[in-house]
């Protein structure tokens, strides 16, 4: 896969999911501009992309700094919609409603604002492009005590249909990819603090171990590339088989 020429946007790119996303993509030819609350780290990380490429702060859910930020950066060919907020695995009943609506608004506003001002400047291109929304397995099956992450994602994977079918006849392409428990530092960090029993995961999972941030880089990177150029509106699962696996014991 081949991106020179190509501008893309990466939300959250500073670390985990969207810094593995971010090397693919330079490294095959591609400008990226690395978004992220830490201001800081997106710098620096863009610059060890090389000089062509921005790290820039920004809040996904301040819709001034969106429109002001891509407006810095020029036209983009391909968003990846990657910000997000790890859950609380507190019971539903000690969950606070100022948390529930800053995942919504993490998750699924700032993915929408992303969206509808990077599809403004596709249309008026009329070169189209393509946009990938990382959605997860919370999103397809109920996972206890993750009600705002589940309802957040799956509200990403509606709009990734919704947005696929209005804008396909203008060149843009939305899907979005469902990883199961990748090896980030936020996901090691919930294993730390007991909050994730890895144990428990690793048998519950068909290839029997956690999924390399690369990986999921590589499925983000074929849907934005030509190899994807008949693929709308679809959701793919990168989770080393967690959703295909229906026994009723671990494996």
Same mark, same amino acid.
């Given at each position: 896969?081949?991106?020179?020429?190509?501008?893309?946007?990466?939300?959250?790119?500073?670390?985990?999911?969207?810094?593995?996303?971010?090397?693919?993509?330079? %490294?095959?030819?591609?400008?990226? /501009?690395?978004?992220?609350?830490?201001?800081?780290?997106?710098?620096?990380?863009?610059?060890?992309?090389? /000089?062509?490429?921005?790290?820039?702060?920004?809040?996904?859910?301040?819709?001034?700094?969106?429109?002001?930020?891509?407006?810095?950066?020029?036209?983009?060919?391909?968003?990846?919609?990657?910000?997000?907020?790890?859950?609380?695995?507190?019971?539903?009943?000690?969950?606070?409603?100022?948390?529930?609506?800053?995942?919504?608004?993490?998750?699924?506003?700032?993915?929408?604002?992303?969206?509808?001002?990077?599809?403004?400047?596709?249309?008026?291109?009329?070169?189209?492009?393509?946009?990938?929304?990382?959605?997860?397995?919370?999103?397809?099956?109920?996972?206890?005590?993750?009600?705002?992450?589940?309802?957040?994602?799956?509200?990403?994977?509606?709009?990734?249909?919704?947005?696929?079918?209005?804008?396909?006849?203008?060149?843009?392409?939305?899907?979005? %990819?469902?990883?199961?428990?990748?090896?980030?530092?936020?996901?090691?960090?919930?294993?730390?603090?007991?909050?994730?029993?890895?144990?428990?995961?690793?048998?519950?999972?068909?290839?029997?171990?956690?999924?390399?941030?690369?990986?999921?880089?590589?499925?983000?990177?074929?849907?934005?590339?030509?190899?994807?150029?008949?693929?709308?509106?679809?959701?793919?699962?990168? +989770?080393?088989?967690?959703?295909?696996?229906?026994?009723?014991? +671990?494996?």
């Amino acid at each position: 896969m081949n991106f020179k020429g190509k501008t893309v946007v990466i939300t959250g790119g500073a670390a985990g999911i969207g810094w593995a996303t971010a090397n693919l993509f330079a %490294v095959r030819g591609a400008r990226v /501009a690395l978004l992220d609350l830490n201001g800081d780290l997106a710098q620096h990380r863009a610059g060890e992309l090389g /000089a062509d490429h921005l790290g820039l702060a920004v809040d996904v859910t301040d819709e001034r700094a969106v429109i002001s930020t891509l407006n810095e950066i020029g036209p983009v060919d391909i968003l990846v919609n990657n910000a997000g907020l790890g859950d609380v695995n507190t019971p539903t009943v000690d969950q606070t409603l100022a948390h529930v609506r800053r995942l919504l608004d993490i998750h699924l506003v700032g993915s929408f604002l992303m969206s509808r001002e990077v599809a403004r400047g596709m249309i008026d291109s009329g070169h189209g492009g393509a946009i990938v929304n990382l959605a997860s397995i919370a999103a397809l099956t109920g996972l206890p005590r993750r009600n705002a992450y589940g309802a957040a994602k799956a509200g990403l994977v509606a709009m990734t249909k919704s947005m696929a079918a209005e804008w396909g006849r203008q060149g843009i392409r939305v899907n979005a %990819v469902a990883p199961g428990y990748v090896a980030t530092d936020l996901v090691r960090g919930l294993i730390r603090d007991g909050l994730l029993a890895k144990d428990k995961i690793l048998r519950r999972t068909p290839l029997g171990r956690m999924i390399d941030p690369s990986e999921i880089g590589e499925a983000i990177a074929f849907l934005a590339s030509d190899a994807a150029s008949a693929i709308t509106g679809t959701v793919l699962s990168v +989770d080393a088989g967690w959703m295909a696996y229906g026994a009723a014991e +671990d494996l």
